[in-house]
Nanobody
Framework: QRQLVESGGGLAQSGGSLRLSCAAS????????VGWFRQAPGKGREGVSC????????VYADSVKDRWMISRDKATNSVYLQMNGLTPEDTGVYFC?????????????????????WGKGIQVTVSS
């Protein structure tokens, strides 16, 4: 069964760090652009970061740029999101997705676009 499973979420204090993992089973993530999206309480889903299938170039939302880093590990068939400098505004459910659309060689962070696979999501809560 092909699926994505997120892990590493939980509770963190403001200014702290968490590392999210997105592990694939049943298929190889190295052939897919992979992205992280989040949904805060009462808000729509927004794109946070993605990594391209071509050259692992990354895209970040302005709200997380210079704080977070996305990476890919072919050995573990996973994509990671290192989140530093967390703030309460980062609270939400985080989803990973595989098979993002590409434009100009870069992955596209649009939660409205169709993707091949979605994970079920994981909660991240940042306390002030």
């Amino acid at each position: 069964q092909r699926q994505l499973v997120e892990s590493g979420g939980g509770l963190a204090q403001s200014g702290g760090s968490l590392r999210l993992s997105c592990a694939a089973s049943g298929f190889s993530l190295e052939y897919y652009g992979v992205g992280w999206f989040r949904q805060a309480p009462g808000k729509g889903r927004e794109g946070v970061s993605c990594i391209a299938v071509t050259d692992d170039s990354a895209v970040y939302a302005d709200s997380v740029k210079d704080r977070w880093m996305i990476s890919r590990d072919k050995a573990t068939n996973s994509v990671y999101l290192q989140m530093n400098g967390l703030t309460p505004e980062d609270t939400g459910v985080y989803f990973c997705a595989a098979g993002l659309q590409v434009r100009g060689g870069m992955c596209v962070l649009d939660p409205g676009n169709s993707v091949d696979y979605w994970g079920k999501g994981i909660q991240v809560t940042v306390s002030s």
